[in-house]
């Protein structure tokens, strides 16, 4: 704590609370003084809140009125570098500073003392008299010699009930002592034998480790199709960091996926690492956060909110599948984890690595302006080859009505499954149909309070809404005609996908594969590895499925609706079809056997889908990056939608048509403002939605002009407005 600013008992000193107030507040030092940056409790009204101590007081307070401290919290200070970082992403974000400490203080039981619990150690005396039970106990304290365990877990371990662990502890046998309930992780050793790496792999692995031992800044792009070994060589570069006595934090985009990369870290490093997400539970939650506070925890993996967690001494940040949009937070504060992550390390010096087999246009874009550097692995690991891609053609093709699975990707199927390997069938909706629609009268199953249309789950025996979550059962007379026995599905979700599978090959073992079907991450997971040693000939998979899983057997792919994606006015639309279909396709033929890989479309002569198929990255990113230009958006030109949003209709567009109309603030940068136009979603859990987007060359002084653009509205009733910068989805 050497270096950090103190001050004395009674000096002023101005706190930032979680409290939505717009400005610090000033209070009194408690007794025995308080470091800059200090986690504290203050009185405000007739509560106590938590803060922290942010800077020396402002002084326009009646100091006769000013109230004391009332204590510091047994957590390390906050360090300059997150309070740096906090204001910074405040001010991109335009998100007022309590709400960002909120987000850098999501741990429970911060403000409670440090936690005990009751431990056993050996006390050195021997047992009055032996019992088969005694000798189970003694044998595994002897055992595990150094470690203690609660009377619990003792009793457990030696399968004895607890009375004769509560016997031996009242004859000295064993004697109880109080521990920290928090302690260290075990420690990670860099120097454990790692896999042999290929020359393209030594050559990454060295440039990467080079940038950590440095100790300055620096952000690379690791590009390298699915399977190159792109963890493989990361992971070398958090042994460098791990070395180098810093702490390293891997993000992922999806928790199905941390467990089989905990697997890796204890592979390599001998031990497994802290996990931050929303999966974890409270005590481990702060134990982690307390940890990566004292450094008892040199490596987290974790989501994106792992981003504001208190490391003392961040070395690096890995950023896995970095294009994946679940890096954008979308709700609350709207921050962009990767681009926060690069903040964050240019501010402690630390190294980003984005890991990717298809980079977002905006990495590419900064690698190829050389602010970040570029590392390709050229080739997959081993004798695995990438899959050969196809279209098929869906106008030539002999479809029956409501089926989806064409003539010519069936017989692809039926050769896989002749060979005893895996086909996977690709289909971005959850479901069993996307509409379900009266027969009678024609009228479509909506939501109640979104206009999106209700989705069957026939797995649940349920319509949802996939908007806002609301489940209603299936009706059996039309909502609106009241006509009995006519709703009907439309169209495929995954769900009824398989049912059509199943018709077509009787004897497959299928497997459907969509976060919804599985009441756990746990239970996912347990399937995932049940597919990946053969469980299943057919898969059929949403989204889920394109993220990082290994399935060896799986050499065919089949791209049920390749054109899905391209259909959205998204302005990223191509460049996620495009990132989409790869990741698909890329989970083809991942061992010794060759992939293919088969994009079920109606516009085989689509750029994209051209694209796709001739495997020209390059050339597309290149295209892609120019049409940005000319149209000067997104990352050669800023961004940011505004959404208005309340329950009268009218109320919303006129705020919407006040702010388009007294755009001088952003005429003052020349800027446009755009709309005010119905969301894509014009209607969430009974609210009315209103968008504005707003445009602006690259180095104007953008979020300066939307502040003052905003600043003057005043939200009456339930009218909200908020600003997202960089929006990802346009919804
Ligand atoms: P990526 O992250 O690029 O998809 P991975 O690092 O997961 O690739 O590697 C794909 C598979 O190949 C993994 O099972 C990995 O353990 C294996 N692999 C990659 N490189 C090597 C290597 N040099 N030696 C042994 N196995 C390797
Ligand atoms: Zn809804």
Same mark, same amino acid.
């Given at each position: 704590m050497s270096g950090q600013e103190y001050f004395h008992e009674g000096d002023r000193v101005a706190v930032l609370t979680t409290q939505p107030l717009d400005r610090l507040l000033d209070y009194r030092a408690p007794e025995g003084g308080c470091f800059l940056g200090a986690y504290c409790e203050v009185p405000l009204g007739p509560r106590k809140v938590l803060g922290v101590v942010w800077g020396p007081g402002q002084g326009d307070f009646d100091s006769s009125k000013l109230r004391r401290v009332n204590r510091v919290l047994d957590v390390a200070p906050m360090r300059t570098e997150m309070r740096l970082l906090l204001g910074k992403c405040a001010d991109y974000t335009l998100t007022p500073m309590p709400a960002m400490l909120r987000l850098a203080t999501r741990a429970p039981g911060l403000s409670d003392p440090p936690s005990m619990r009751k431990i056993l150690r050996s006390g050195g005396k021997a047992p009055d008299r032996m019992t088969p039970a005694r000798e189970k106990v003694l044998a595994v304290m002897e055992e595990f010699g150094g470690l203690a365990f609660t009377p619990g877990e003792l009793s457990g371990m030696a399968g004895v009930t607890s009375s004769v662990v509560k016997g031996l502890v009242k004859q000295g046998v064993l004697v109880e002592e109080e521990a920290p309930r928090d302690v260290p992780f075990p420690a990670l050793d860099p120097d454990m034998p790692s896999k042999d790496l290929t020359e393209d792999q030594t050559r990454a692995a060295d440039e990467l480790a080079a940038g950590v031992t440095s100790g300055k800044y620096g952000t690379t792009l690791l590009k390298g199709v699915t399977g190159s070994g792109k963890t493989e060589v990361y992971l070398e570069a958090v042994a460098a960091c791990l070395r180098k006595g810093r702490q390293a934090l891997v993000l992922l985009p999806e928790i199905a996926l941390t467990a089989e990369f905990l697997d890796r870290v204890e592979a390599r490093f001998g031990s497994r690492p802290a996990e931050w997400h929303s999966g974890v539970t409270m005590t481990a939650k702060r134990r982690v956060w307390r940890m990566i506070g004292q450094g008892g925890a040199q490596l987290v993996v974790g989501a994106r909110s792992s981003l504001f967690l208190p490391f003392q001494d961040l070395g690096l940040i890995i950023i896995d599948e970095e294009h994946d949009t679940s890096y954008k937070q979308d709700d609350g504060v709207l921050y962009n984890a990767r681009d926060m992550a690069v903040l964050r390390a240019s501010l402690c010096n630390a190294q980003v690595v984005l890991a990717s087999a298809t980079p977002s246009l905006e990495s590419w874009a900064n690698a190829e302006a050389g602010k970040y550097k570029r590392v390709d692995l050229k080739s997959r690991f081993g004798v695995a080859v990438l899959p050969e891609m196809r279209a098929i053609d869906m106008r030539a093709e002999q479809m029956l009505p409501s089926t989806w699975i064409s003539p010519s990707l069936k017989r692809a199927m039926i050769a896989r499954m002749e060979k005893g390997e895996q086909s996977l069938l690709f289909l971005n909706r959850r479901g069993y149909a996307p509409v379900t629609i009266c027969r009678a009268c024609g009228a479509q199953v909506a939501c109640d309070h979104c206009d999106s249309r209700?989705?069957?789950?026939?797995?649940?025996?349920?319509?949802?809404?996939?908007?806002?979550?609301?489940?209603?059962?299936?009706?059996?007379?039309?909502?609106?005609?009241?006509?009995?026995?006519?709703?009907?599905?439309?169209?495929?979700?995954?769900?009824?996908? @398989?049912?059509?599978?199943?018709?077509?090959?009787?004897?497959?073992?299928?497997?459907?594969?969509?976060?919804?079907?599985?009441?756990? !991450?746990?239970?996912?997971?347990?399937?995932?590895?049940?597919?990946?040693?053969?469980?299943?000939?057919? +898969?059929?998979?949403?989204?889920?499925?394109?993220?990082?899983?290994?399935?060896?057997?799986?050499?065919?792919?089949?791209?049920?609706?390749?054109?899905? @994606?391209? /259909?959205?006015?998204?302005?990223?639309?191509?460049?996620?079809?495009? /990132?989409?279909?790869?990741?698909?396709? @890329?989970?083809?033929?991942?061992?010794?056997?060759?992939?293919?890989?088969?994009?079920?479309?109606?516009?085989?002569?689509?750029?994209?889908?051209?694209? +796709?198929?001739?495997?020209?990255?390059?050339?597309?990113?290149?295209?892609?990056?120019?049409?940005?230009?000319?149209?000067?958006?997104?990352?050669?030109?800023?961004? !940011?939608?505004? +959404?208005?949003?309340?329950?009268?209709?009218? /109320?919303?567009?006129?705020?919407?048509?006040?702010?388009?109309?007294?755009?001088?603030?952003?005429?003052? +940068?020349?800027?446009?403002?755009?709309?005010?136009?119905?969301?894509?979603?014009?209607?969430?859990?009974?609210?009315?939605?209103?968008?504005?987007?707003?445009?602006?060359?690259?180095?104007?002084?953008?979020?300066?002009?939307?502040?003052?653009?905003?600043?003057?509205?005043?939200?009456? @009733?339930?009218?909200?407005?908020?600003?997202?910068?960089?929006?990802?989805?346009?919804?």
């Amino acid at each position: 704590m050497s270096g950090q600013e103190y001050f004395h008992e009674g000096d002023r000193v101005a706190v930032l609370t979680t409290q939505p107030l717009d400005r610090l507040l000033d209070y009194r030092a408690p007794e025995g003084g308080c470091f800059l940056g200090a986690y504290c409790e203050v009185p405000l009204g007739p509560r106590k809140v938590l803060g922290v101590v942010w800077g020396p007081g402002q002084g326009d307070f009646d100091s006769s009125k000013l109230r004391r401290v009332n204590r510091v919290l047994d957590v390390a200070p906050m360090r300059t570098e997150m309070r740096l970082l906090l204001g910074k992403c405040a001010d991109y974000t335009l998100t007022p500073m309590p709400a960002m400490l909120r987000l850098a203080t999501r741990a429970p039981g911060l403000s409670d003392p440090p936690s005990m619990r009751k431990i056993l150690r050996s006390g050195g005396k021997a047992p009055d008299r032996m019992t088969p039970a005694r000798e189970k106990v003694l044998a595994v304290m002897e055992e595990f010699g150094g470690l203690a365990f609660t009377p619990g877990e003792l009793s457990g371990m030696a399968g004895v009930t607890s009375s004769v662990v509560k016997g031996l502890v009242k004859q000295g046998v064993l004697v109880e002592e109080e521990a920290p309930r928090d302690v260290p992780f075990p420690a990670l050793d860099p120097d454990m034998p790692s896999k042999d790496l290929t020359e393209d792999q030594t050559r990454a692995a060295d440039e990467l480790a080079a940038g950590v031992t440095s100790g300055k800044y620096g952000t690379t792009l690791l590009k390298g199709v699915t399977g190159s070994g792109k963890t493989e060589v990361y992971l070398e570069a958090v042994a460098a960091c791990l070395r180098k006595g810093r702490q390293a934090l891997v993000l992922l985009p999806e928790i199905a996926l941390t467990a089989e990369f905990l697997d890796r870290v204890e592979a390599r490093f001998g031990s497994r690492p802290a996990e931050w997400h929303s999966g974890v539970t409270m005590t481990a939650k702060r134990r982690v956060w307390r940890m990566i506070g004292q450094g008892g925890a040199q490596l987290v993996v974790g989501a994106r909110s792992s981003l504001f967690l208190p490391f003392q001494d961040l070395g690096l940040i890995i950023i896995d599948e970095e294009h994946d949009t679940s890096y954008k937070q979308d709700d609350g504060v709207l921050y962009n984890a990767r681009d926060m992550a690069v903040l964050r390390a240019s501010l402690c010096n630390a190294q980003v690595v984005l890991a990717s087999a298809t980079p977002s246009l905006e990495s590419w874009a900064n690698a190829e302006a050389g602010k970040y550097k570029r590392v390709d692995l050229k080739s997959r690991f081993g004798v695995a080859v990438l899959p050969e891609m196809r279209a098929i053609d869906m106008r030539a093709e002999q479809m029956l009505p409501s089926t989806w699975i064409s003539p010519s990707l069936k017989r692809a199927m039926i050769a896989r499954m002749e060979k005893g390997e895996q086909s996977l069938l690709f289909l971005n909706r959850r479901g069993y149909a996307p509409v379900t629609i009266c027969r009678a009268c024609g009228a479509q199953v909506a939501c109640d309070h979104c206009d999106s249309r209700m989705v069957e789950h026939r797995f649940m025996k349920r319509l949802m809404c996939h908007q806002c979550g609301e489940t209603k059962p299936m009706p059996d007379a039309c909502p609106s005609c009241k006509v009995e026995g006519k709703m009907a599905p439309v169209g495929p979700g995954v769900e009824r996908l @398989g049912e059509e599978a199943a018709a077509l090959f009787p004897e497959a073992r299928i497997t459907v594969l969509s976060s919804d079907l599985f009441g756990s !991450a746990r239970a996912l997971k347990e399937r995932i590895r049940e597919i990946a040693e053969g469980g299943a000939d057919i +898969i059929l998979g949403t989204q889920l499925v394109a993220k990082g899983h290994n399935f060896p057997l799986l050499t065919l792919v089949g791209v049920i609706d390749a054109d899905l @994606g391209l /259909q959205g006015s998204d302005l990223r639309a191509a460049e996620r079809t495009f /990132q989409l279909m790869r990741q698909v396709a @890329g989970r083809a033929g991942r061992a010794d056997r060759p992939g293919e890989a088969l994009l079920q479309t109606f516009q085989p002569e689509h750029p994209v889908i051209r694209a +796709i198929l001739s495997g020209d990255e390059e050339g597309f990113w290149r295209a892609e990056a120019a049409e940005r230009q000319a149209a000067g958006v997104p990352p050669y030109g800023r961004m !940011a939608g505004i +959404i208005l949003s309340g329950s009268d209709v009218a /109320q919303v567009f006129d705020l919407g048509n006040a702010l388009a109309r007294n755009d001088a603030a952003l005429r003052a +940068i020349g800027a446009q403002v755009y709309g005010p136009a119905p969301a894509p979603i014009a209607r969430v859990r009974g609210r009315h939605r209103v968008r504005l987007l707003v445009k602006a060359a690259k180095g104007t002084p953008f979020q300066d002009a939307i502040t003052r653009w905003t600043a003057p509205v005043k939200l009456r @009733g339930d009218l909200r407005l908020s600003v997202d910068i960089d929006p990802q989805n346009f919804f």
